[in-house]
């Protein structure tokens, strides 16, 4: 007994004597830490350009200059912190550039005033490299580009639209370099998918838009609206007509005329007469021993939105 009570108070003096060694241990490295990181380093480090006020009228091109490396004279503690979030070099387009042909140019002399604007007064600029960026511009075109929809919409049985779609606004504005611009002819819709309709469709549309840091649109989304209505079909019986038949024959032909089916709203119905129609058939698109017409509509209804033939041959004899 005496034996286990005398191990269990070598091991906890062991076991402190371990615990004060490891506490020192961190403190001494701590203090390390601290010491390298008090002391001033020089080293050259990376930065990226962000552009402030650029003219509106002009568009920075991809192929400019955007990196500076910069050599830094600063604490440890400072590096520590670029290292975690390395600042940006921001260019102001108002203060820091002068224009040239077709660029702008920053140049070596505005360390200053970058110094001044990005870093702390303990930190010290040694070099910077380039001594020189130039951004390149060209000179923005403003386009209004129209706006294609696209849609896929399925009507419940009975229903649909005879106006068509209403889309606000009709086209956008484009303003960027005339190269790029010149080439968009117009702007695609994300596609809207829509099942069993019945009612009228007002939906938010995104545009399908270029991604072109260089260019810029007047909306990023277009408004559609349709009236859906209620829809049904009619049949009317249409005289033909036989045109351009040589003048020393005589054509016989049957049935005179034909059924033509039409697809329209129930309020449009009313308004649909056979006199809006006009069915021909032409002697002169007949192959050689053919015995038939083909019927043809070239005159139809402003109030149906379909309208279909439904007999397809005329049959026909040439009187002597």
């Not at 975690?84 to 108002?94: A, C, G, H, M, N």
């Amino acid at each position: 007994m005496i034996k286990k009570v005398k191990l269990k108070l070598l091991r906890s003096i062991q076991n402190k004597q371990l615990n004060v060694f490891l506490l020192f241990l961190f403190l001494a490295f701590v203090i390390l830490i601290f010491s390298k990181l008090s002391k001033s380093y020089t080293n050259t480090m990376e930065f990226r350009i962000e552009k402030i006020n650029v003219p509106e009228e002009k568009v920075i091109l991809d192929n400019s200059d955007s990196i500076l490396n910069i050599t830094i004279k600063a604490y440890g503690f400072k590096w520590l912190d670029f290292y975690f979030s390395r600042p940006k070099i921001r260019v102001d387009f108002s203060k820091d550039v002068f224009e040239g042909s077709s660029k702008f140019v920053w140049t070596k002399s505005n360390s200053r005033r970058l110094s001044i604007t990005t870093f702390a007064k303990n930190v010290e600029i040694i070099d910077i490299f380039p001594d020189t960026l130039e951004f390149n511009y060209d000179v923005n075109l403003v386009k209004k580009i129209p706006v294609e929809i696209n849609t896929n919409i399925t009507f419940i049985p009975g229903f649909d639209i005879f106006n068509g779609f209403s889309i606000t606004p009709d086209s956008v504005k484009v303003i960027g370099p005339k190269d790029i611009v010149g080439a968009i002819d117009y702007i695609e819709t994300e596609t809207l998918v829509l099942e069993d309709v019945k009612k009228n469709i007002d939906k938010t549309i995104k545009l399908k838009l270029p991604k072109n840091g260089n260019i810029r649109f007047s909306d990023q989304s277009i408004h559609l609206k349709a009236r859906v209505e209620r829809f049904t079909e009619g049949s009317l019986k249409i005289p033909i007509s036989i045109i351009n038949v040589p003048t020393e024959l005589r054509i016989k032909y049957f049935p005179k005329e034909v059924t033509v089916m039409f697809y329209t709203s129930l309020e449009h119905f009313k308004s649909v007469e056979p006199s809006d129609f006009k069915v021909v058939c032409d002697y002169g698109k007949i192959g050689e021993e053919q015995s038939f017409f083909v019927p043809e509509l070239v005159g139809t209804s402003q109030f149906v939105k379909s309208v279909r033939i439904n007999n397809q041959h005329i049959e026909f004899i040439i009187l002597k």
